[in-house]
């Protein structure tokens, strides 16, 4: 394609693109076109299909640790160990499958519906055709309203604005022109380019096509998003390491009990029992199960509150975040201008939302104020009703704010209606409009840009009175300022006539009003969740392509810059692959700046590839096509569903069906709260898996009776365990949460203080069982089946018991986040009913080689096994462990 087009002439570029600039290309031309260029469409990844939602699910390290076990119980012959397993590995992917195709259904009733159509010149004739059907050379008519379908140049324009936010991240609407620019000229400042995926938001203009598909700016950046892929998830980091971990602990286990047995004259067939009731034990059955449901648990709390989860894994994800980089138009304020700052003689500023009530009062007596706000209402192209009001922005805002100030903008109209209107220009810049007043005479209002009202101003209102306006060189000091704070200004003026005059000497001798400055505002409900980021340690990033005043106005109101930061805490991208590229300070600044302003997709991109380089878990927050590859980047790709652009929402693993920013509050929250229960779950688990383990190896060492069978084993891990893990997930954690740093990347799921923990649990139940099975076979002196289960059922208290050890900090014994827990202690009489029916069902009791025992051998086991919890107890509090 034609490179730097903005920089060339109209005629140059039609003749360039052989079509004519009144017929357009004809029929023939544009099938030749289509078949060169192709089809006007951007390639898209569909709705992702049901099998590959089923296939995802068994790619999880926490499902390859199940398979070990389900192949050795097959290799061994156990038939029905092997179907137990597989139960477990069905039941697992089987409820992650059905979440994430909850989420892909939701994500489906987001994507919009019908094929855009757009206008065209070919053959001289206007047509409506399918925007795919575009080819280079088209002739395209832009009305209000119209979605544009390709880039292309502007060869007519009538008073056009494109709202370009989704594209460059440009808060204001963008008055368009058809004068050639310089070469270097960059995206935001295209003002003679209109873009595939913007939005004319007033005007009108005739374009001719100068890329489509691939080619568009769009394109490139869809492009770019496909190059940006996602590593792992956290959570899926962490359960690989551990899975890793059992895994080869399981094989070297096994292998050294086997081998040892076999050199100390034991029975070979005995020993390769042994060494699958080890393998058994090694592996938490339980836990991908666990995990699981305790993921889709949280992802259908948040279900509720309006947050749609693609993949369960991105719940965690939320939790481990330490840094939300967050695009500003749509996401952090309301993408649509409103009336900010208002400025009189006299350099009297007030700000609008600070100061509402005080100016509502001074609105009846200020002749100033009065007059800006008529100004407002009459001078002004929208519908007065709040219901019907649209088209440009600035004078939807100029309403909105006479209904701050308690003005009827109907009635006002009704009482002065207009005689004479002479409508906004792009080459003058200001629009007139002169109305009746209730005096039988009547008032030119002026409105527009600074430098052309002024120029007709000989006189100013100071003080509620009409003056000679002396100090223009002060006001234009002071409109700079405001510029460069990010406003849009707009100065507003006025003239008394007695009849209507004459066009020649309509803006003669005005009287100057004031100044007012707009603004793409601050969400609401914003600042205060900024705050809650900063108490859990949380860095926001603003990366936006708007302007760096604006930018830094909005992060000052939302609390992002604080009181001390200065300049330095943000870059313009023209430095950004500077830093990027310097020495080790430079890139200190970079992580430290927190806003990004004028950056580009790409720009974008890179600091997130960047942040995650430094050991940083990165959330994404957008809205916009300029966000779409840094949200698939980033570890946690975050989309507006409302105002989010369908292409962002696909790139992203989160929704926010309502748009609200506060919802990741919740789903941070949500995600900090999982991870703990994952950790509880593994430290629960493991422990009791240890106390298998250890017991089974030592009493196969010492020539002790088998204190557990391999399908014993399976029962306890699938049942007594998986009951009390999954109600520890239903605890509601710690009230401090969202007040504790975040966790560090690199720290994994099994910390040193919680391996220590994990031995003292699982130890304590060893020694319960190993007494026990010593006590009932050297003193005793029962048969080996009543030794075993006299072990097991000593194994089962102290599993069951375990639950209360799971507090992980400093707590009460009686008191504490487990002994409040109503689900605990259901599924802890659950667990005993499971066991006490097993034992009287003849065809499970016969399966689990269990007998029946005397009242006096159930209270030996009572006695072991409650003294696995106080052991526990005093030593973790002993040794002052977590």
Same mark, same amino acid.
């Given at each position: ?9 109209v005629s *140059? ?8 600039g009144?017929k #357009? ?5 544009v ?10 469409q951007?390639?898209?990844k ?5 099998l ?8 999880d390290?926490?499902?390859?640790i199940?398979?070990?076990?389900f192949?050795?119980?097959l ?10 397993i597989?139960?477990v590995?069905?039941? @697992?992917?089987g409820?992650?499958?059905f979440?994430e195709l ?8 987001l994507?919009?519906?019908?094929q ?6 070919r053959?001289?004739?206007l047509?409506?055709?399918?925007a795919s059907?575009?080819v280079?050379?088209d ?6 309203g119209?979605i544009?379908?390709?880039?292309a140049? %502007?060869?007519e324009?009538?008073r ?14 963008i ?15 295209r003002?003679?380019?209109?873009y595939?995926g913007?939005?004319?938001v007033?005007g ?6 100068? =890329?489509?598909?691939a ?11 496909q190059?940006a ?8 980091k962490?359960?690989g390491?551990l ?15 086997i081998?040892?047995?076999i050199?100390?004259?034991?029975d070979l067939m005995?020993?390769?029992q042994?060494?699958?009731?080890l ?10 199960i ?9 992802m259908l ?5 309006q ?8 719940v ?6 330490n840094i939300?980089c967050?695009d500003?138009t749509g ?6 201008? =409103? ?5 009189f003689?006299?350099?009297q500023?007030y ?11 001074l609105a009846s007596?200020r $002749? ?11 001078c ?8 019907d009001?649209?088209?440009?922005s ?22 002065r /209606? ?6 906004f220009?792009?080459e ?6 002169i109305n ?6 009547h ?6 840009a600074f430098?052309?009202v002024?120029?007709?101003c000989?006189?100013?209102?100071t003080n509620?009175h009409?003056?000679?306006?002396e100090?223009?060189?002060g ?10 704070q990010g ?5 507003m =003026?006025?003239?008394? *006539? ?11 001798? %005005? ?29 926001v ?10 930018a830094?106005?909005i992060?000052q ?6 009181e001390?930061?200065?300049?330095d ?15 080790? $300070?430079?890139?200190k ?13 790409k ?8 942040f995650q380089?430094n050991n940083?878990t ?5 809205d916009?096509?300029n966000?779409v590859?840094?949200l698939?980047?980033?570890?946690i790709g975050?989309?507006?569903g409302i105002?989010? @652009?369908e292409?962002?929402?696909?790139a ?8 609200r920013?506060?919802?990741m509050?919740l ?17 629960y ?9 250890v017991s089974?190896?030592v009493?196969?060492?010492?020539v002790?009776?088998?204190p557990?069978?391999p399908?014993q084993?399976l ?9 009390p893990?999954l109600?520890l ?6 009230e ?6 975040p966790r560090?990347?690199?720290?994994p ?11 003292i649990c699982?130890m304590?139940i060893?020694l319960?069982v190993? #007494?026990?099975t ?7 002196q %029962? ?16 599993q ?16 504490n986040e ?8 259901a599924? %802890?009489?659950?667990c005993?009913?499971i ?6 069902? /003849? ?8 007998v ?11 006695v ?12 973790k ?6």
């Open positions: 394609m034609i490179s730097k087009i903005f920089s060339i002439g *140059h570029i039609i003749e360039l693109l052989k079509s004519d009144h #357009g290309l004809d029929s023939k031309e099938q030749n076109r289509i078949a060169r260029f192709g089809k006007n951007i390639p898209e569909g709705p992702k299909k049901k590959f939602v089923l296939a995802d699910q068994f790619v390290p926490i499902i390859y199940l398979l070990v076990a192949l050795l119980a290799l061994l012959g156990d038939w029905p160990e092997a179907v137990a597989l139960v590995i069905l039941i @697992t992917v409820i992650g499958f979440m909850q989420a892909v259904r939701a994500l489906e009733k994507r919009k519906i019908g855009v159509l757009t206008r065209v010149i053959d001289g004739q047509q409506v055709v399918k059907g575009l280079p050379g002739l395209l008519v832009l009305h209000a119209d544009i379908s390709a880039d140049r %502007l060869i324009v009538k056009l604005k494109v709202k370009e936010a989704a594209l460059t991240g440009e808060s204001q609407d008055e368009k022109n058809t004068v050639a620019l310089p070469q270097d000229t960059l995206l935001h400042e003002t003679n380019m209109v595939k913007t939005f004319v007033s009108s203009a005739k374009a001719i096509v100068v =890329a489509t598909g080619n568009t700016e769009l394109g490139q950046i869809q492009l770019l998003s190059k892929e996602k590593g792992l998830t956290p959570i899926e962490k359960l390491q899975s890793r971990w059992l895994i080869g602990f399981t094989i070297l286990l096994t292998f050294l009990v081998v040892s047995g050199l100390s004259g034991m005995f020993m390769i042994t060494g699958l009731a393998a058994v034990a090694a592996i938490p059955e339980g836990l991908p666990v995990a699981t449901i305790a993921l889709a648990r949280g709390q948040l279900s509720k509150k947050v749609v989860i693609k993949k369960l894994e991105a965690h994800t939320l939790g481990a975040t939300i967050t500003k996401t952090l304020t309301e993408d649509k201008l =409103a009336v900010h700052t208002l400025a003689a006299g350099k500023e700000e609008v939302g600070k100061q509402q009530d005080a100016l509502r009062l007596r $002749r100033d104020l009065k007059q800006m706000i008529t100004t407002s209402i009459l002004n192209e929208s519908p007065a009703k709040l219901e009001r649209f088209g440009e600035i004078d939807v805002a100029l309403l909105d704010f006479a209904d701050k100030m308690q003005y009827d903008p109907v009635a006002v109209r009704r009482e /209606p207009q005689v004479l209107s002479m409508p220009d792009t003058r810049k200001y629009m007139a409009s009746r007043n209730p005096k039988n005479g008032t030119l209002y002026v409105k527009g430098e052309e002024v120029a007709y000989d006189k100013i209102i509620g009409v003056s000679a306006f100090d223009k060189a006001w234009y000091q002071l409109v700079d300022e405001m510029a460069s406003f849009r200004t707009l100065a =003026a006025y003239r008394d *006539h007695d009849k209507i005059p004459e066009m020649d000497a309509l803006l003669e001798g %005005l009287t100057f009003i004031g100044v007012i400055g707009f603004i793409d505002p601050a969400r609401t409900d914003v600042k205060d969740t900024i705050s809650v980021y900063k108490n859990a340690g949380i860095k990033v603003m990366m936006t392509g708007d302007h760096p005043g604006t830094w106005k992060a109101e939302i609390g992002l810059m604080e001390g930061d200065g300049k805490q943000l870059i313009h991208s023209s430095e950004i692959n500077r830093l990027l590229k310097g020495d080790q $300070r430079q890139r600044r970079l992580l430290h700046t927190k806003v990004f302003a004028r950056v580009t997709p720009e974008k991109l890179q600091l997130v590839k960047f380089q940083n990165i959330g994404m927050l957008g916009g096509v966000d590859p840094a698939r980047k980033a570890d975050i989309a507006m105002r989010g @652009t292409v962002a929402r696909e992203a693993d989160i929704i926010l069906k309502n748009d920013f506060t919802a509050e789903a941070i929250r949500q995600g900090r709260l999982i991870f703990e229960h994952i950790r509880q779950f593994v430290v688990l493991l422990s009791c898996n240890l106390a298998e383990i089974v190896g009493a196969a060492i010492v002790l009776p088998a557990l069978l399908l084993i029962f306890l891990n699938l049942v007594t365990d998986v009951f893990a109600a997930g239903f605890g509601k954690g710690e401090d949460l969202m007040n504790q740093p560090k990347p690199t720290e799921i099994m910390t040193r203080e919680l391996w220590i923990t994990t031995v699982g304590s060893t319960a190993l #007494g026990i010593a006590y009932a076979h050297l003193w005793l %029962l048969s080996p089946m009543e030794i075993n289960n006299m072990a097991f059922y000593t194994l089962v208290v102290g069951l018991l375990n639950i209360f050890n799971m507090p992980l900090r400093k707590s009460s014994f009686f008191s487990v002994t409040k827990n109503p689900w605990v202690w599924a %802890l009489i659950l005993t009913l066991v006490l029916i097993s034992n009287l069902i /003849p065809i499970v009791a016969e399966i689990l080689s269990l029946q025992l005397t009242l006096q051998q159930w209270g030996i086991i009572a072991f096994g409650f003294g696995s919890l106080l052991l526990t107890q005093l030593v509090r002993l040794g002052g462990t977590v």
